[in-house]
Nanobody, 122 residues
Framework: VQLQASGGGLVQAGGSLRLSCDAS????????IGWFRQAPGKEREGLSC????????DYADSVRDRFTIFSDNTKNTVYLQMNGLKPEDTAVYFC????????????????RGQGTLVTVSS
């Protein structure tokens, strides 16, 4: 099982980044894929997730108006489009796979990948 996050980098405040999560080794269509982040000294935060089977999405209030999650099921890839980035968005972002939106909201997932670092300068 592999969940490979990529697309992080250094961006100025107000800028945009698109993260990618490439999944392999499990039945992609049967899972909910979500994005989480963790900043130094802070707790892990769930950002957004998508039910691959029916496309239902969910967002944390902190990113609802700025981030968009979507998937390309032909590529087993989930994206997180991040606009209007703020310095407080600086963190390591990782993707994970779980069984339901409800479980993912609670931070319960089955698989997770390594993260990609997003740094937002002021």
């Amino acid at each position: 099982v592999q969940l490979q996050a990529s697309g992080g980098g250094l961006v100025q405040a107000g800028g945009s980044l698109r993260l990618s999560c490439d999944a392999s080794g499990f039945s992609f269509d049967d899972y909910v894929i979500g994005w989480f982040r963790q900043a130094p000294g802070k707790e892990r935060e769930g950002l957004s997730c998508i039910n691959i089977n029916d496309g239902t999405t969910d967002y944390a209030d902190s990113v609802r108006d700025r981030f968009t999650i979507f998937s390309d099921n032909t590529k087993n890839t989930v994206y997180l489009q991040m606009n209007g980035l703020k310095p407080e968005d600086t963190a390591v972002y990782f993707c994970a796979a779980g069984y339901s939106l409800a479980a993912m909201r609670l931070g319960v997932y089955v698989y997770r990948g390594q993260g990609t670092l997003v740094t937002v300068s002021s």
